[in-house]
């Protein structure tokens, strides 16, 4: 089963605001089998629901490590939406 996924993340710590987003968006693109895709509002994640879900939550839990304090908001949506997305 597959799963798009999209993500807006809000660090609430100003100096690091754009280094996190980017660090969080490069270390998505890293994991073989997810694509990435990014726009100026959110990130959207796509490929196999058991392989996107577990990065995506270890990614948030490294920010939420990292600077304590950050907003992020998340939606699910089964299946591979990448292509609907492109035709919008």
Not at 29 to 49: C, E, H, I, P, W
Not at 65 to 88: H, M, P, Q, W, Y
Request: include cysteine; hydrophobic fraction near 45%; proline fraction near 1%.
């Amino acid at each position: 089963m597959n799963v798009s996924i999209e993500i807006s993340l809000y660090p609430l710590a100003e100096e690091k605001f754009k280094t996190e987003i980017w660090s969080f968006i490069k270390r998505l693109r890293n994991v073989a089998g997810l694509k990435v895709v990014t726009n100026g509002m959110s990130t959207q994640v796509f490929g196999d629901y058991d392989l996107a879900t577990r990065h995506v939550m270890a990614e948030i839990k490294h920010v939420h490590e990292t600077l304590n304090a950050a907003v992020f908001v998340c939606k699910f949506i089964g299946g591979d939406r990448s292509e609907v997305e492109a035709e919008t």
